[in-house]
């Protein structure tokens, strides 16, 4: 399927900014829509934005609209998450897919078949 692997967390204040990216190398990602999702203990994990090829349609949820800008370059098969006025809810493990071809729900876990092994990010005083 590909490898997919995140970077860039790690400790901010609040009211801070951190980008976040992921590389990829899953074949034929031109049909597929990426997205971010972050995960707390004992949560499940939970849809943060996505964005599909062209980049001109957009998603995000509506804890982080406003402040969370998603991005991608795929002639870097790179994709971005710009996070600012950060508040320690924004704490997680952050994770990068992949949709499955022809997937519909961005919402759902169950439309994306390739993920990172996620990246935390604390946003803690």
């Known amino acids: 399927q590909g490898e997919v692997v995140e970077s860039g967390g790690g400790s901010v204040q609040p009211g801070g900014s951190l980008t976040v990216s992921c590389v990829h190398s899953?074949?034929?990602?031109?049909?597929?829509?990426m997205a971010w999702f972050r995960q707390v203990p004992g949560k499940e994990r939970e849809f943060v934005a996505s964005i599909n090829f062209s980049g001109r349609h957009i998603t995000y949820a509506d804890a982080v609209q406003a402040r969370f800008t998603i991005s991608r370059d795929d002639d870097k098969r790179t994709a971005y998450l710009q996070k600012n006025n950060l508040t320690p809810d924004d704490t997680g493990v952050y994770y990068c897919?992949?949709?499955?071809?022809?997937?519909?729900?961005?919402?759902?876990?169950?439309?994306?078949?390739?993920w990172g092994q996620g990246i935390q990010v604390t946003v803690s005083s």
């Open positions: 899953v074949r034929t990602s031109s049909g597929r829509i």
């Open positions: 897919a992949l949709t499955k071809l022809a997937a519909g729900d961005v919402y759902s876990v169950d439309s994306y078949d390739a």
